[in-house]
């Protein structure tokens, strides 16, 4: 399975960014898709996730301005960022699990490369 994240870039705070991912080699609509971020210095952190059946959780600060949705006709999963701040600067990553929606990196089995997301203030 493999997982390839797009999307990011430069962009001032108040703005909006939405990410990619699309998943090839596996069956999409079977797994559980999530989106982390890392700081640098910092852990990778739990952004959101998505279940097979489209049930979604945003973690953390993203709440209210982030949102999270899945085209399995595409194999694709979307992260839309509303109201960025600086502090959701961070490289953004996606990943997929056939069960778990915890929120240790650990846990997921996939993993995409990476989308860098600047925001400026």
């Known amino acids: 399975v493999q997982l390839q994240a797009s999307g990011g870039g430069l962009v001032q705070a108040g703005g909006s960014l939405r990410l990619s991912c699309s998943v090839s080699g596996g069956t999409f609509s079977s797994y559980i898709m999530a989106w982390f971020r890392q700081a640098p210095g910092k852990e990778r952190k739990l952004v959101s996730v998505?279940?097979?059946?489209?049930?979604?959780n945003i973690v953390g600060s993203g709440g209210g301005r982030f949102t999270t949705s899945r085209d399995n006709a595409k194999n694709t999963v979307f992260l839309q960022m509303n109201s960025l701040k600086p502090e959701d600067t961070a490289t953004y990553y996606c990943?997929?699990?056939?069960?778990?929606?915890?929120?240790?990196?650990?846990?997921?089995?996939?993993w995409g490369q990476g989308t860098l997301v600047t925001v400026s203030s």
């Open positions: 990943a997929a699990d056939k069960y778990s929606t915890s929120n240790r990196p650990s846990e997921y089995e996939f």
């Open positions: 998505i279940t097979s059946a489209g049930i979604t």
